[in-house]
């Protein structure tokens, strides 16, 4: 019997970005943290919160995120073993599609395993693009390239909004990420099951993609006052108990 | 027997574009400018007289699909390849598919429900500011647009490979930037061992280049005769098993027409036809 291997891709919430050791805080950062909640948290509510938010934190809180976020979790329901965490915060669904290919994934390193992938697809507005021989990511807001991509390619006359972006072009974007991945693990024989990060986007990508891989129900927890303690109040992610969550309601769906 | 299918990839070149009926022209102008019937008949005489049919009888094939669309990306080509192809049972058929790689710099986006394509005349403020992003790296801007090539093709690659198709690329552009791209990109589907560019080289003579309307730069009829024949000879040479007997007539399609999903840009030559070339 083959080895069971799980792939994860995504963004911060498939790196497992909200998994915070508060150990590792400073007493300043310790303190104003008491003032913020997931619906206020500290990273993004003000300007000094920056200096908290470095490197050298994060490379602190790696383990945890790795051993706490949805990827292990799910590893531990599903009797997997060996997990590749492909999650890169602030990453494209294109863009993570391209590292999958620079790492010459696709090639199937893996054919001793019994591989299932598993895709929690994120915002579809975000783009990619080459620059310095790196794959690089953009944001909403993040970059000019960004901000004239939303004001010159993507369809204003859509009513289909979010947040006043069309969301519609930025999904049919999306759908062909997915179907290069799907094509990938029919070739390579592994399982594929895709997840959109919100619902937002979920409904227009079934209107354009009927595949069963693309399971339509979000994962993620709403964020309101029931579930304020599945999310961080540092970063406003899913907290440790957030991500079981999202393991579980995701392992439901695959072994059904 | 499995009967084999031609499936062919690219941009102006491969839809034909340069293949003018003069006599159906009231001015000389690029197509682009006709009235929409005259572009029409214009375009249909390209997708005609093109490369892809006069190598399908050559190679002996039963049927040629053209996905050739003039202005169009690489990127824009695998989306749509994805899009009308991905979910086409083929089984049936032995497919071959012939991809004359398009000028990397150009991009594509989904705008209005449709694949839009920006090359680098369009002047699109977001194309530019791309360009002004990679222009500023130390490396050499060419690399970056290549590994964004190098990234489509290798999704073709798996498609081919997913599908037990067969494949073979070749450049429309100049040998040089071939080079980088098989020096960062290694791929048996390459159509020659050593890097080649038997479009560049005939259209570097100069010998066959459409000159209707005047400085149009495509080939002619004739050119895609030669073209044809040349990419036979490298097949033969290269990959003999995709040859069969030469063929006196082909059943062929265009289909190189983008989805489009909200009829915003109503296009006529939407309407896939089956015709024979002889």
Redesign the interface.
Known sequence: MKKKLLITMGCSHTEGYGCWDETTFSDEMLLKLKKHTPINPFFGSDNSNIKFHTNELISKNKNNFKTKGWPANLAKLMGTADILNLGKGASSNSGQT?EF??RNL?KNPYAEYDVTLVWLMTEPFR?S?????KIENYMIDSH??WK??F?????H?SKDMFNGIPV???T??SI?YF??ME??C??NNWKFHAFPLTNVFSKYFRK?ESSDNFHENCVMPLLDDNNLKLYSHVCGHLNEMGYQQVAKSMYSVIKS | MKKKLLITMGCSYTEGVGCYDVDKMSKSVHYGFLPREEEIIQRKNFHKLGWPNRLGKKLGYDKVINLGLGGSSTSGQV?QF?EKH?DRDLSEWDVLIVWLLSEPSRIS?????CI?NFCPSDS???Y???LK??NQ???DPD???L??NI?HI??IE??C??RGYSLLLTPAYEPELFIKIQSLHKSKYYLNKTPKSLLHSLMKSGNYKCNIPKGDGHLTPDGYEIFASDLYNEIKLNHPHLVSTPKNKIIWQWDGAPID?YGKFPMILNQIHTDIFK
């Open positions: 391209k290919f620079k696709h783009i693009f080459y620059v310095n021989r000019p390239i004239e991509y004001k010159e390619i993507i369809s006359h519609e072009d930025p049919l974007e062909f179907n290069i094509t990938v029919i070739k354009h | 989306k994805f991905v986006f989904y705008k209005n429900g839009e699109n403020t977001m530019v500011e791309y992003w990679i790296t130390n490396y690399v970056d647009l590994l964004e990234f290798k999704i798996q498609l490979e997913s999903r």
